[in-house]
Nanobody, 132 residues
Framework: QVQLVESGGGLVQAGASLRLSCAGS????????MGWFRQAPGKEREFVGA????????YYADSVKGRFTISRDNDRNTVYLQMDSLKPEDTAVYYC?????????????????????????WGQGTQVTVSS
């Protein structure tokens, strides 16, 4: 298990940017795919995007593609979610999660290894609110 703590949420206006961070514990952090999810009030938690163990492969939900960027720094045990051109519909609690090991950059770019059931450790979430 990996323990994860998100930070960086806040209240911003539409069109603004935010960068979320997710700090992980343990040296095995670098073994896992890392994912970001979000949950808006009254809705189910949805996948936002993921990054491969090396950082060389990423995959995004269509709703955020071209606006959000995921990266990671394994030396710092941290994964980031850069959110640009934010929209009111991006308002949600954002969660990071540790996923499966053993998938290549190519696998992640193709969307393999990203089934919800593969994510086994979750942070507590950070609120992002985008006003119109």
């Amino acid at each position: 298990q990996v323990q994860l703590v998100e930070s960086g949420g806040g209240l911003v206006q539409a069109g603004a940017s935010l960068r979320l961070s997710c700090a992980g514990s343990g040296r095995i952090f670098s073994m896992y795919i890392m994912g970001w999810f979000r949950q808006a009030p009254g809705k189910e938690r949805e996948f936002v995007g993921a990054v491969s163990w090396s950082g060389g492969g990423t995959y995004y939900a269509d709703s955020v593609k071209g606006r959000f960027t995921i990266s990671r720094d394994n030396d710092r045990n941290t994964v980031y979610l850069q959110m640009d051109s934010l929209k009111p519909e991006d308002t949600a609690v954002y969660y990071c999660a540790a996923g499966a090991g053993g998938y290549s950059d190519h696998d992640v770019r193709a969307g393999r290894g990203l089934a919800r059931g593969n994510f086994h450790s979750w942070g507590q979430g950070t609120q992002v609110t985008v006003s119109s």
